[in-house]
């Protein structure tokens, strides 16, 4: 019977002392081991820049044709349309679905400064899903947007240049 006091008295007083560093601020959840685990990842996530997070090699290829069109200047309706059109044609989808593309790669280019430095991390969760027919199309679609508008400017260039090594890189 002793015993079973001992035990009641242990546990009644853990659960006060429990209760008391609650009261006092302590947040009992971060001696839990998978809250904390969650809480990391989460972190880890919210951490990372948008455009690093692309989950499908579409959504890549759909941000750096946003990017290099963009980096001729403003984007004109005619060139968005064509940049749409182009989603349509190459990527199999229909015109809204292409229209969404656009319109979350531009949301997501809106405080990157230099995209060529960027092209790594774009690439890189979604450089195993890229074959050798998906790159060349890429790279055709990057120089068909940086030559809508005359000659390709030398920004353009160089994440055509990025882009081609960083997917021929074995």
Do not use: C
């Not at 998978?34 to 990372?48: I, M």
């Amino acid at each position: 019977m002793h015993i079973i006091l001992g035990l009641i008295t242990t546990v009644g007083g853990v659960i006060w002392a429990l209760y008391r560093l609650q009261n006092s601020g302590v947040d009992l959840n971060s001696f839990n081991p998978f809250y904390w685990a969650r809480r990391r990842s989460w972190e880890k996530q919210l951490g990372t820049k948008e455009i690093h997070r692309l989950q499908s090699s579409i959504e890549a290829a759909a941000l750096l044709v946003v990017a290099m069109a963009r980096l001729e200047g403003e984007v004109t309706r005619e060139q968005k349309k064509e940049i749409t059109s182009l989603f349509v044609k190459e990527f199999g989808i229909n015109q809204s679905v292409a229209l969404d593309y656009y319109t979350s790669s531009s949301h997501m280019l809106k405080d990157v400064m230099n995209i060529s430095s960027e092209v790594r991390n774009v690439l890189k969760p979604t450089k195993a899903e890229f074959k050798s027919n998906h790159v060349d199309a890429l790279l055709e679609m990057l120089s068909m947007v940086s030559r809508a508008e005359g000659p390709a400017n030398a920004e353009q260039e160089l994440l055509l240049k990025v882009v081609s090594d960083e997917l021929n890189k074995e």
